[in-house]
Nanobody, 121 residues
Framework: QVQLVESGGGLVQTGDSLRLSCAAS????????MGWFRQAPGKEREIVAT?????DITGSVNGRFTISRDNAKNTVYLQMNSLKPEDTALYYC?????????????????WGQGTQVTVSS
């Protein structure tokens, strides 16, 4: 089992920045692909950014968000800049028991509980 705990969400204003963290424990592996996803009220969960076991990245939300990982700390980050009200959502971290990235949510094996990001206008 892998446990994922997200942190760093909060209430911010338009244009602000936040950095989300996802700490992995249990049988986590630094070779696992990781991803950040978000779900706004009434909408489907969507991919924000993913990172492979070797650091390849997909997604950035128009260049405003950056995913990174620190394997020594078993932690994945999402740096979010120039936040907009439409970025308001519950942000989830997920781990995939493979080194390669997937854009398919069902191919991620473990999920955290999420951290709320609210951007006021």
């Amino acid at each position: 089992q892998v446990q994922l705990v997200e942190s760093g969400g909060g209430l911010v204003q338009t244009g602000d920045s936040l950095r989300l963290s996802c700490a992995a424990s249990g049988r986590a592996s630094s070779s696992y692909a990781m991803g950040w996803f978000r779900q706004a009220p009434g909408k489907e969960r969507e991919i924000v950014a993913t990172i492979s076991g070797r650091g390849d990245i997909t997604g950035s939300v128009n260049g405003r968000f950056t995913i990174s990982r620190d394997n020594a700390k078993n932690t994945v980050y999402l740096q979010m800049n120039s936040l907009k009200p439409e970025d308001t959502a519950l942000y989830y971290c997920a781990a995939r028991m493979a080194a390669t990235i997937s854009l398919r949510l069902h191919q991620y094996n473990y999920w955290g509980q999420g951290t709320q990001v609210t951007v006021s206008s």
